[in-house]
């Protein structure tokens, strides 16, 4: 079993996170421009109530198997690793199982009832399959992260990315001519086989990484009577891990849905048409904040890597490597989230107009969420980190209160015709913050620990320099062309924002040579 260091690990998850991105930008830009952004809010609505109930199946498994697994591993436990390997497979497929067929069954009450536009049933019912698959592949996730081995995950995630962009895109401009309801279902059906094709490369990799033939279930079922006092232990073990986390996932994944649903009935109560306000919460929720979290595929790869690592290093009682740690992955997301900040709010209408068509709204959009951005960022690795050091429950009650204001926020601002959807940007926009900052003071709180006001400082300038060049170049177009201006744009941008920060050493040669494959060669 391949086992990669916490940074190479990391630069593996942030490789393939970065290569998702891309290749899921592409059906992100053109699958508003097949179904529109009506058809978008079609498609995006039933996402929240599929994710609370993930949540409630997976929950803070992956992150208890990955915890526990590599708690057993570094004390060579690796018989424990397989029967939590086991144990989790039975409970997921159960759990899943039985919420897949509720979602069959329930479909028709739950979109006419629950969900603000019956039109989505289609979709919804497309999108059930989707909770056995996710299910599955995360209980493997957490496994091979607890190994420390990224690569699975990777390519997984990058086998999940490229089936789902073809087929979505592909079955939606098929069934196109039937209706947008028609469409934007058949757009899930292709995420469905996404999510199958990445399952099952993560069954080939797990079958490829046994010593022996028999696989997990071959291997414990025959020994099931002997140790069924393990397995029993183990998922003692992996729900008390798993509940704390679960009820916070589940904190905001139930906010996340009600939000959805809040949304659209303050804009309706505001005097918005049904159609207008479903193609609203489309460009929010499928325009905006897929830019919004483009760079947090470094935070997600930061917040994977984290719990495994300090897993054990807390397992160790080695507080130099906890701080060590979190220090690198707060640093990278202020490092890499800057730029990408300071592109979307200069930027916003360009980038806009280029990625979706002519859209003013959907640019003013990004515009007002643009500095909540870092926050994003930054939230990830807090949240890993306390889950990691068994504090979920502060976790918990911090999403909670963020998620309590932004619910009553939604409500207050929305339904003024004045504010509308402006009204529910600033209501998320305060839950990021607010939430982001409980988690860095509860992390102060139990670690001691202080993140280097001199990083934000030098950040500052390097953006503040990438700053005044964008407005250089938006002054003095150059060329022609819009969209060659604005690549040229953020290109001579962000490397001014480079050339920067390395001038004032926030990146140093020895950051570069700690990157796996490349660093070598600075090490010369």
């Not at 607890?146 to 997984?156: D, E, F, K, R, Y």
């Not at 325009?287 to 054990?312: F, W």
Request: hydrophobic share 50%; aromatic share 10%.
């Amino acid at each position: 079993m391949t086992k990669q260091s916490f940074i190479k690990g990391t630069m593996i998850l942030l490789a393939a996170g970065m290569i998702n991105r891309i290749l899921g930008f592409v059906p992100r830009i053109m699958l508003p421009r097949i179904i529109g952004a009506e058809g978008i809010g079609l498609y995006q609505m039933g996402y929240p109530f599929l994710i609370v109930i993930i949540t409630i199946v997976t929950g803070g498994i992956p992150l208890a198997i990955a915890k526990l697994v590599a708690e057993s591993e570094s004390k060579g436990e690796r018989e424990r690793s397989k029967s939590i390997l086991f144990v989790s497979l039975c409970l997921t497929i159960t759990l899943s199982t039985f919420f897949t067929l509720f979602c069959f069954i329930a479909s028709p009450w739950i979109t006419n009832n629950l969900l603000t536009d019956e039109r989505v049933f289609y979709t919804f019912l497309s999108m059930s399959p989707i909770i056995l698959f996710v299910s599955i592949s995360a209980v493997f996730r957490g496994y091979f992260q607890g190994l420390h081995n990224m690569i699975p995950t990777a390519v997984s995630s990058i086998t999940e990315t490229i089936v789902r962009s073809i087929t979505m895109l592909l079955f939606s401009y098929i069934v196109l001519p039937y209706g947008v309801e028609y469409a934007a279902a058949a757009a899930m059906i292709g995420v469905v086989l996404g999510e199958l094709a990445g399952m099952c490369i993560l069954l080939v990799k797990y079958k490829n990484s046994q010593n022996r033939r028999s696989h997990v279930f071959e291997n414990n079922k025959t020994k099931f009577s002997k140790n069924q006092k393990d397995h029993f232990a183990n998922l003692k073990t992996m729900v008390r891990i798993s509940v704390p986390v679960t009820a916070s996932k589940l904190v905001g994944s139930g906010a996340y849905f009600l939000e959805s649903i809040m949304i659209v009935q303050s804009l309706a109560i505001a005097g918005i048409a049904t159609k207008v306000a479903t193609a609203q919460y489309g460009m929010l929720q499928g325009m905006v904040i897929p830019i919004l979290l483009l760079p947090s595929a470094l935070t997600y790869s930061l917040s994977v890597s984290l719990v495994p690592s300090l897993s054990e290093a807390a397992a160790k009682g080695d507080m130099k490597t906890i701080h060590k740690r979190l220090h690198q992955s707060l640093r990278l997301a202020l490092v890499t989230g800057a730029p990408f900040i300071i592109i979307m709010y200069f930027l916003a209408d360009p980038l806009c107009a280029f990625l979706y068509g002519e859209n003013n709204e959907v640019g003013a959009m990004l515009k007002m969420m643009a500095p909540a951005a870092i926050f994003i960022y930054f939230q990830a690795p807090l949240q890993a980190t306390l889950q990691a050091l068994n504090k979920a429950g502060t976790a918990l009650l911090n999403t909670f209160i963020g998620a309590s204001i932004k619910l009553t926020l939604i409500y207050v601002l929305a339904a003024k015709l004045e504010m509308g959807i402006l009204g529910a940007l600033i209501a998320i926009s305060i839950n990021i913050m607010l939430v982001t900052l409980l988690h860095l003071r509860s992390v102060m709180n139990y670690l001691k620990f202080y993140m280097k006001f001199l990083d934000f400082i030098k950040v500052g300038v390097g953006g503040f320099a990438m700053s005044i060049m964008i407005l250089i170049m938006v002054q003095q177009p150059w060329i022609e062309s819009n969209l060659a201006q604005f690549l040229l744009t953020c290109t001579l941008s962000i490397l001014t924002y480079l050339l920067v920060i390395i001038w004032l050493k926030l990146i140093d040669r020895y950051d570069l040579v700690r990157i796996p494959w490349i660093g070598k060669y600075f090490s010369k």
